[in-house]
C-alpha cells in the first residue's frame, strides 16, 4: 500500500507571494492532518479534515488554510509570505478522525521563504 | 495551555546500551500516546503507542510506560543499534479533539 505522497517536496518562494501544497492519503485513508515542524517550534498542528469537513485548526493566522476533496487528497495555501514561513509542512492520514488513531506521516514538503 | 515536555533534548549512548526518554502531558483528558522516529530527510514513522487504559506495551526492543497519575510515560529502547540514531518525538492526543501535542523532540546518537 503507498503511503502518504506529499508534493512538491521542495519549493522556493520570495515574501508576499503565494503557495499551494498537495498531499495524497493512503488509500482507505479519510482523515488527513497537516503539522508545520521548524527547529524552533518543533511540531505545530495546523488542521484536520474528515470527509472534506474542518474539525479542528491549530493557533495559526489566516493566512493558512486547507481544504479536502471528496477522494481525501488535501491541500494547504499560505497566502502573503513571511520569512517566518519557513518550515517543513507535513501531511499526515489516519483511518479515523476519533483523535487517537496513529498518524502517518508523508516526508513533507521543505517551503523556503526569501 | 496544553503542552508535552520532553527530556533529554539530546542522548548519546554506546552500542547495545539502553536508551530511555521520558515525556510529561499537561492535559489529564488525553487518552492517547505515540511515539515516531524522525530520519533525516524523512517524516516521522511511528514506531509504538500506548492507550491510557493500558500501563506498559512492549515490541521487541521497544517498550513504553505510561503513569497516569504523574502524568509521565516513557519510551525505552533496549540493546541499541547505530541504526537506531534519529529524532525521537511522543506526542499525546485526547478524543474528540483530532489533534496531537508533540513534545520538542530527542536527538539520539548511538555509538558504535
Known amino acids: 500500500k503507498a503511503g502518504v505522497t506529499q508534493t512538491p517536496r521542495y519549493l522556493i518562494k520570495t515574501r508576499g507571494q503565494q503557495v499551494t501544497l498537495s498531499c495524497s492519503p493512503i488509500s482507505g485513508h479519510r482523515s488527513v492532518s497537516w503539522y508545520q515542524q521548524t527547529p524552533g517550534q518543533g511540531l505545530q498542528f495546523l488542521f484536520e479534515?474528515?470527509?472534506?469537513?474542518?474539525?479542528n485548526k491549530g493557533n495559526f493566522p489566516g493566512r493558512f488554510s486547507g481544504r479536502q476533496f471528496s477522494n481525501s487528497r488535501s491541500e494547504m495555501n499560505v497566502s502573503t509570505l513571511e520569512l517566518g514561513d519557513s518550515a517543513l509542512y507535513l501531511c499526515?492520514?489516519?483511518?479515523?478522525?476519533?483523535?487517537?488513531?496513529?498518524?502517518?506521516f508523508g516526508n513533507g514538503t521543505r517551503l523556503t521563504v526569501t | 495551555g496544553e503542552n508535552v515536555e520532553q527530556h533529554p533534548s539530546t542522548l548519546s549512548v554506546q552500542e547495545g546500551d539502553s536508551a530511555v526518554i521520558k515525556c510529561t502531558y499537561s492535559d489529564s483528558a488525553s487518552n492517547y500516546f505515540p511515539w515516531y522516529k524522525q530520519e533525516l530527510g524523512k517524516g516521522p514513522q511511528l514506531i509504538i503507542d500506548i492507550r491510557s487504559n493500558v500501563g506498559e506495551k512492549k515490541d521487541q526492543r521497544i517498550a513504553v510506560t505510561l503513569n497516569k497519575t504523574a502524568k509521565h510515560f516513557s519510551l525505552h529502547i533496549t540493546e541499541t543499534q547505530p541504526e537506531d540514531s534519529a529524532v525521537y518525538f511522543c506526542?499525546?492526543?485526547?478524543?474528540?479533539?483530532?489533534?496531537?501535542?508533540f513534545g520538542t523532540g530527542t536527538r539520539l546518537k548511538v555509538l558504535a
Open positions: 479534515y474528515f470527509s472534506e469537513t474542518q474539525r
Open positions: 506526542a499525546a492526543s485526547k478524543s474528540g479533539t483530532y489533534k496531537y501535542i
Open positions: 499526515a492520514s489516519s483511518l479515523d478522525a476519533g483523535g487517537n488513531s496513529p498518524l502517518h
